[in-house]
């Protein structure tokens, strides 16, 4: 006997829904009525974040969307009161307002107005007129947020790292980058260096400072001392960190991924603290670091061996650098060496015969390396990314193979 689609139980027609895209999950709710049924099931929306333009009332909206479960809302564009969303949706997990360069302080703060604890993530990144005052609501009545983005919010001060680290104990994930005002004063409130005030996030996991320009090797005292829970640190382009610091955060054994991108006070030396240390790190970036040299190989291969992802680009390496550190990393996955413009055929040759596990391989801008030494590289067993910008072939030299190759 032949069975038809609608014979189907509706829980067996939602778990085949389940694994179609947003749009189309909203087009089976239009083909009849027992699709529309099965497609509201909330299996079938679990973990979509509805993306939002609110331009004009829609009493239906917030309705339809907790009908199916939906508690993840990105706002694209903000003509209504914030407040309109709060009320719509009581039990909200996640909302995104990335980029609603309108949203102001008055605005959050009617929204604001009593507790929600459902709300554990709130992305305010570029939300250029939010101040500390914003950061005083939030502390007030979200006490369950445990990931805060302030990426790009310059208004922000020590003062709203102060409420923060009063109100916000639950936090594991704060992105703080271009928060130009804040200093190693609101890292101190963060990491509890001012218990009196405040109790600080000791729950933190993931902290990104990158850009912000006022820290010093005072701030990596602070969360060394802190925030023992952190696991990823993004300090790029902190110009004022050094090779001090380093001492700081080389015995964080919660640590495994570390970005010093850009930080131009960092040296061999630098490396060599982080070596000399307890870290057990899985990720490191130092690239266009001018300070940083062969000798940073040397360290990395004698206490940072363990690494799986290693960026160097527009370092000062070389291939006996190369040559120093690939007989240690037998870990290694990924190797970013762009840039590197010192680095020869000698060089490939070397990885190929040492770091056999490598996926990932970033070759841009390596004007010296040959087709002999790519030839080497494309035999690496597991290698799935090879990037190639700036590096001059013919179609003929071109190899192919069961890997993704990236030309500029």
């Given at each position: 006997?032949?069975?038809?689609?609608?014979?189907?139980?509706?829980?067996?027609?939602?778990?085949?829904?389940?694994?179609?895209?947003?749009?189309?999950?909203?087009?089976?709710?239009?083909?009849?009525?027992?699709?529309?049924?099965?497609?509201?099931?909330?299996?079938?929306?679990?973990?979509?974040?509805?993306?939002?333009?609110?331009?004009?009332a829609?009493?239906?909206?917030?309705?339809?969307?907790?009908?199916r479960?939906?508690?993840?809302?990105?706002i694209?564009?903000?003509?209504?009161?914030?407040?309109?969303?709060?009320?719509g949706?009581?039990?909200?997990?996640?909302?995104?307002?990335?980029?609603?360069?309108?949203?102001?302080?008055?605005?959050?703060?009617?929204?604001?107005?009593?507790?929600?604890?459902?709300?554990?993530?709130?992305?305010?990144?570029?939300?250029?007129?939010?101040?500390?005052?914003s950061?005083?609501?939030?502390?007030?009545?979200?006490?369950?947020?445990?990931?805060?983005?302030?990426g790009g919010c310059?208004?922000?001060?020590?003062?709203?790292?102060l409420?923060?680290?009063?109100?916000?104990?639950?936090?594991?994930?704060?992105?703080?980058?271009?928060?130009?005002?804040?200093?190693?004063?609101?890292?101190?409130?963060?990491?509890?260096?001012?218990?009196?005030?405040?109790?600080?996030?000791?729950?933190?996991?993931?902290?990104?400072?990158?850009?912000?320009?006022?820290?010093?090797?005072?701030?990596?005292?602070?969360?060394?001392?802190?925030?023992?829970?952190?696991?990823?640190?993004?300090?790029?382009?902190?110009?004022?960190?050094?090779?001090?610091?380093?001492i700081?955060?080389?015995?964080?054994?919660?640590?495994?991924?570390?970005?010093?991108?850009?930080?131009?006070n960092?040296?061999?030396?630098?490396?060599?603290?982080?070596?000399?240390?307890?870290?057990?790190?899985?990720?490191?970036?130092?690239?266009?670091?001018?300070?940083?040299?062969?000798?940073?190989?040397?360290?990395?291969?004698?206490?940072?061996?363990?690494?799986?992802?290693l960026?160097?680009?527009s370092?000062?390496?070389?291939?006996?650098?190369?040559?120093?550190?690939?007989?240690?990393?037998?870990?290694?996955?990924?190797?970013?060496?762009?840039?590197?413009?010192?680095?020869?055929?000698?060089?490939?040759?070397?990885?190929a015969?040492?770091?056999?596990?490598?996926?990932?391989i970033?070759?841009?801008?390596?004007?010296?390396?040959?087709?002999r030494?790519?030839?080497?590289?494309?035999?690496?067993?597991?290698?799935?990314?090879?990037?190639?910008?700036?590096?001059?072939?013919?179609?003929?030299?071109?190899?192919?193979?069961?890997?993704?190759?990236?030309?500029?």
């Open positions: 006997m032949e069975t038809h689609i609608s014979c189907l139980f509706p829980e067996i027609l939602a778990m085949i829904f389940s694994y179609l895209d947003v749009r189309d999950k909203g087009r089976v709710a239009q083909v009849c009525i027992a699709w529309r049924d099965a497609s509201y099931h909330k299996s079938v929306w679990r973990g979509v974040e509805a993306k939002l333009h609110l331009r004009r829609n009493p239906s909206l917030f309705p339809s969307l907790q009908a479960g939906i508690r993840r809302v990105q694209l564009s903000l003509r209504r009161s914030l407040s309109y969303v709060i009320q949706m009581p039990n909200i997990e996640s909302l995104n307002l990335s980029g609603c360069y309108n949203l102001t302080d008055n605005g959050l703060g009617h929204a604001f107005v009593q507790e929600i604890p459902s709300l554990r993530v709130l992305n305010l990144s570029l939300c250029k007129q939010i101040t500390d005052s950061l005083g609501r939030i502390a007030q009545y979200l006490k369950n947020l445990e990931v805060l983005e302030l310059s208004n922000i001060t020590n003062t709203g790292l409420l923060i680290a009063w109100g916000l104990h639950r936090l594991k994930s704060l992105n703080l980058r271009s928060c130009r005002h804040v200093s190693d004063v609101g890292i101190g409130h963060l990491a509890g260096m001012t218990r009196s005030a405040a109790e600080g996030c000791l729950n933190l996991e993931y902290l990104t400072l990158q850009d912000c320009q006022k820290l010093t090797d005072l701030s990596l005292k602070h969360i060394s001392k802190g925030l023992t829970k952190l696991r990823v640190l993004n300090l790029s382009f902190c110009g004022g960190i050094s090779d001090a610091g380093m700081h955060l080389s015995h964080m054994t919660s640590l495994w991924s570390l970005n010093l991108r850009s930080c131009d960092i040296s061999d030396t630098g490396t060599m603290h982080l070596a000399m240390g307890t870290l057990r790190l899985s990720g490191l970036d130092v690239s266009f670091c001018d300070k940083i040299g062969d000798q940073t190989l040397a360290y990395i291969a004698q206490g940072l061996y363990q690494l799986k992802s960026s160097l680009c370092c000062h390496i070389s291939d006996d650098g190369i040559n120093r550190m690939v007989r240690q990393m037998h870990e290694l996955r990924t190797l970013n060496i762009g840039q590197c413009v010192r680095i020869t055929d000698k060089g490939l040759e070397l990885i015969d040492h770091l056999t596990q490598l996926v990932g970033d070759l841009y801008g390596c004007t010296k390396i040959t087709k030494g790519l030839e080497r590289i494309t035999q690496l067993p597991c290698l799935k990314v090879l990037n190639l910008g700036l590096w001059q072939m013919t179609e003929s030299e071109k190899v192919r193979g069961d890997f993704f190759l990236i030309f500029f």
